[in-house]
């Protein structure tokens, strides 16, 4: 499949987006049913999820049909060449239930194995974050003004504000032991917030995330809006973060070092 022009790309990702924000808002704040996806646990999905899925992948295969699409909720659509669209409608579920606007829509765009471009709606704000070829932009509004965003300077873990989703995801024994050294060494730690954290590292008001087990749609489209403000992401050894596992983000590439000579203890 010959390469299509980024623009061209980054104009779908924006499209797929403005279909998708008002399927999630048709339920957002409204009484919903809950489904719980697995046994021995919580890991919750409404209607809402479902209906931002499918609107994403009608058009996608109007817009790109050779393209392929990894969604959260209804699995693989397969296609021919390089290009896969990486979905998860609601990421932050569990906020989106009780009524927390810390949820955003993320749609990514992978080629081969490397994450192209990203995008994260949040529709309830009017904030809406995403990846050029270069740089990473925020608008608030669909008619607002688009910002660059620039991830801030951070010396050392000292001086590191850290956030993740949810200290409970971290499995008893050594992660635990390393969140709580994390938390002893950082100057504030923070928790919740899913895929907006993220974008507020991008943004420069966070300078630290871990987290463990992430799937490919949970960090994929975040990749390229990090490093484009000028942060980090990897995986706890210093791997490629595009497949998910235990990720680490950071906006200063000194405190990632930093970070990751911890989690190797």
């Not at 058009?59 to 699995?75: C, I, S, W, Y």
């Not at 990486?86 to 829509?105: E, H, K, N």
């Not at 949810?166 to 008893?172: S, V």
């Not at 975040?222 to 050894?237: N, Y």
């Amino acid at each position: 499949m010959k390469s299509i022009a980024f623009k061209t790309l980054l104009e779908g990702a924006h499209a797929f987006a403005d279909l998708s924000g008002p399927a999630v808002l048709k339920w957002f704040r409204r009484p919903i049913a809950v489904h719980n996806k697995v046994d021995g646990g919580f890991d919750p999905v409404t209607a809402a999820d479902r209906a931002a899925e499918k609107a994403i992948a009608k058009a996608l295969k109007v817009r790109f049909p050779d393209h392929a699409l990894t969604g959260e909720e209804f699995g693989d659509l397969d296609g021919m060449g390089r290009y896969r669209w990486i979905v998860d409608p609601i990421d932050g579920t569990r906020a989106f239930i009780m009524g927390s606007p810390l949820w955003g829509t993320l749609i990514g765009l992978m080629d081969g194995d490397q994450p192209l471009l990203g995008l994260m709606d949040q529709p309830f704000t009017g904030e809406r974050f995403w990846s050029s070829e270069k740089r990473a932009h925020l608008r608030r509004g669909p008619g607002g003004k688009v910002s660059t965003l620039r991830t801030r300077a951070c010396a050392n873990l000292a001086e590191a504000v850290l956030t993740s989703t949810h200290p409970g995801l971290f499995a008893k024994g050594r992660q635990q032991q390393l969140l709580g050294q994390f938390e002893k060494t950082v100057r504030m730690t923070r928790y919740g917030g899913d895929c907006y954290s993220y974008c507020l590292l991008a943004a420069g008001y966070v300078d630290l995330i871990i987290e463990p087990d992430l799937k490919t749609y949970d960090i994929a489209p975040l990749i390229p809006i990090i490093e484009r403000a000028g942060g980090v992401v990897t995986t706890w050894s210093g791997e490629a973060a595009g497949a998910g596992g235990d990720i680490i983000a950071s906006g200063d590439k000194r405190v990632h070092e930093a970070a990751l000579k911890l989690l190797a203890k």
